[in-house]
């Protein structure tokens, strides 16, 4: 089970190389909630990072972001999280 420690740290971060930060990010049971707030013109993103990793036929073991319920293409492993900017840069991937 996936736990971040300090993970309120990501709220006000700029994303890189976007106009979007992060808003907020709380912890629930099952994941993550991150929301993204572009600052140009006030739209809004909800994802979730699963708490619980998955393997790959890549040989890793990743965690899955969702947007509505749903996978998306991106995927984190826990040695890239442990850098916020590289965590930042990951959900810059996802917009």
Same mark, same amino acid.
């Not at 907020?24 to 994802?47: A, T, V, W």
């Given at each position: 089970?996936?736990?971040?420690?300090?993970?309120?740290?990501? *709220?006000?971060? /700029?994303?890189? &190389? @976007?106009?979007?930060?992060? %808003? =907020?990010?709380?912890?629930?049971?099952? *994941?993550?909630?991150?929301?993204?707030?572009?600052k140009q013109?006030?739209?809004?993103?909800?994802? %979730?990072?699963?708490? /619980?990793? %998955?393997?790959?036929?890549?040989g890793?073991?990743?965690? =899955? =972001?969702?947007?509505?319920? /749903?996978?998306?293409?991106?995927?984190? @492993?826990?040695?890239?999280?442990?850098?916020?900017?590289? =965590?930042?840069?990951? &959900?810059?991937?996802?917009?």
């Amino acid at each position: 089970m996936l736990t971040i420690q300090n993970y309120y740290r990501l *709220c006000q971060k /700029k994303i890189p &190389l @976007t106009n979007w930060q992060v %808003e =907020f990010c709380g912890e629930r049971d099952d *994941c993550y909630e991150i929301s993204l707030i572009n600052k140009q013109n006030g739209n809004g993103r909800l994802f %979730e990072l699963s708490r /619980k990793s %998955e393997y790959l036929q890549a040989g890793m073991w990743v965690y =899955f =972001f969702s947007e509505n319920g /749903k996978k998306t293409h991106s995927v984190i @492993t826990s040695d890239y999280m442990k850098d916020i900017n590289s =965590f930042l840069s990951t &959900l810059g991937t996802l917009l």
